[in-house]
């Protein structure tokens, strides 16, 4: 089971960007803390974006060692560790999903590459800044109710329920703001 985010990181930890760098020169102490700090939003997208519970656990574990793997590819000028761990993530789910025999709902792949262009990318540590910095950009030409609800849901594995009580709106604004929103990110990143 994926555990739990307790808190944001005390001022004694060490800030995001710089565990990935530490990642990235093999450190394993800093491995376990990016694993600790971001397991539970990777794991909240991929739920939300596979929804085959057998496997997701298993796909997130496959993203952090592609993280592992691909470290030195990470620019902190370029985009947050949450956003390349988030872009990692993205692929993998993707590259799952193609792979299987399975529908997901249309409106939750952003990015419908197939499996082998996919690896060819994820072999391009510029394609993961890139995409990271893609999505950023795309984030913030959405409103800030349909950015919110989407980070939260797709980001932070949050229910349509769960979205609307924090942040105090109905139901079917959010769905219909998650929904105009992917509908605009896919626009705006180039996906038919």
Known sequence: MIPKRSSEPSGGSTPDEALVLQVARGNEAAF???????????????????????????VTQKIFVDAWQHAASFDPRRTTALTWLLTIAHRCAVDQIHSTPQCPEPDLIIDARTPQESDHRLEDGTAFQNEGERMTTALRQLT?????????????????????????????????????????????MGVA
């Open 144 to 188: 800030k109710a349909q950015r919110e609800a989407i980070q939260l849901a797709y980001f932070g594995g949050l229910t349509h329920c769960e979205i609307a009580e924090h942040l105090q709106l109905p139901v079917g604004t959010v769905q219909s703001g998650i929904r105009d929103g992917m509908k605009k990110l896919r626009d705006l």
């Open 32 to 58: 376990e803390q990016l694993y600790d700090r971001f397991a539970p939003q990777v794991f909240g997208l991929v739920s939300r974006l596979m929804r085959d519970e057998a496997h997701n656990e298993e």
